[in-house]
């Protein structure tokens, strides 16, 4: 079964079970493995960016008002000379709101032609 990921059809070479493997489920899992520098390198890489677009506003939560957690996500690229990208999301559980609590319209732009 040929791989799904075109970078790899476009090199027209399978990654390697290394590779694919070790990839961590959880911070802890990222900073406690043998790759921690590459994927300390990663999380701040992410931290740098979501500071530098003014992804969010510090502020304290309001009384009764249950913040929404986050899970990092960490994945690895295969990059065109054959090196290996580490890449870290950080994602917002936002499956955990209650509709008509704490939000009450969803928005999904769309385009029309």
Not at 54 to 77: A, D, E, F, Q
Not at 90 to 97: E, K, S, Y
Request: hydrophobic share 30%; charged share 25%.
């Amino acid at each position: 079964v040929p791989p799904k990921d075109d970078l790899y059809i476009y090199m027209n070479k399978q990654p390697t079970v290394q590779q694919l493997e070790d990839i961590p489920l959880s911070y802890y899992d990222a900073i406690n493995c043998r790759e921690k520098s590459e994927w300390k390198k990663a999380i701040q890489s992410e931290y740098d960016s979501l500071v530098e677009n003014n992804t969010w506003t510090l502020m304290s939560c309001p009384k009764g008002v249950r913040p929404l957690t986050t899970k990092h996500v960490y994945t690895k690229k295969l990059k065109p000379d054959n090196t290996i990208r580490y890449k870290m999301r950080l994602v917002a559980r936002g499956f955990n709101q209650q509709e008509g609590k704490e939000y009450f319209f969803t928005y999904a732009p769309t385009l029309s032609l």
